[in-house]
């Protein structure tokens, strides 16, 4: 009896393990900035990047943003070729950058990006605007070569760095400060005319 006993509290025991560690990890898992689709176009001579991001913010990043804190977001695009010989060429590597506020006084958001700025009147809207990149010139064409294959690899992450310092604190610490942004990466070869890349 002692034996059975003691099997049906380990048994429970890592049973209700499983239930917390499930219960702690779910909501991280369902925020962060996921790339939906991304596309390379090349016009005269340069290539140009449209992309759509899926940006869902934690409790505490939006009750910050709420509260008038600036969020800055990151997107980054290289190009990279594997060498076997040495380490991966890196031929180009873009950054731009997005500023997503809030206006509590008129309860409106403010979007800036590549020198243009947006207005929206909800979170959703805004996020929507954040994460969508049009036309952003990010591959000279003379700067490749058009015989050899590359690897086309985009995210977008928030520049903890830029956050009030107190919150800066916050975001190492806590979950609902957590936002991760996963890369996208696509095959590209210059011969193309477009290059699509999706999860």
Request: some cysteine; charged content about 20%.
């Amino acid at each position: 009896k002692a034996s059975i006993m003691t099997t049906f509290l380990r048994y429970s025991l890592w049973g209700l393990a499983c239930l917390v560690a499930v219960c702690m990890t779910s909501p991280a898992q369902a925020q962060g900035i996921k790339v939906k689709q991304a596309e390379l176009e090349r016009v005269e001579g340069t290539w140009l990047l449209n992309a759509n991001f899926g940006i869902e913010l934690p409790p505490g990043l939006e009750n910050a943003l709420k509260k008038g804190v600036t969020l800055h977001f990151s997107v980054q695009f290289e190009l990279t070729r594997s060498r076997w010989y040495w380490f991966d060429e890196k031929a180009v590597n873009a950054l731009r950058q997005v500023r997503l506020s809030h206006q509590p006084l008129i309860n409106q958001y403010r979007i800036t990006a590549g020198g243009l700025a947006l207005n929206a009147s909800s979170l959703t809207e805004a996020l929507r605007i954040a994460g969508t990149i049009g036309g952003w010139s990010v591959i000279e064409v003379s700067a490749i070569d058009s015989d050899k294959n590359y690897e086309a690899g985009l995210r977008m992450t928030l520049d903890l760095s830029k956050l009030p310092k107190p919150f800066q604190v916050d975001a190492l610490n806590s979950r609902d400060w957590s936002l991760s942004g996963e890369w996208l990466r696509f095959p590209f070869n210059a011969s193309m005319t477009t290059v699509m890349g999706r999860k």
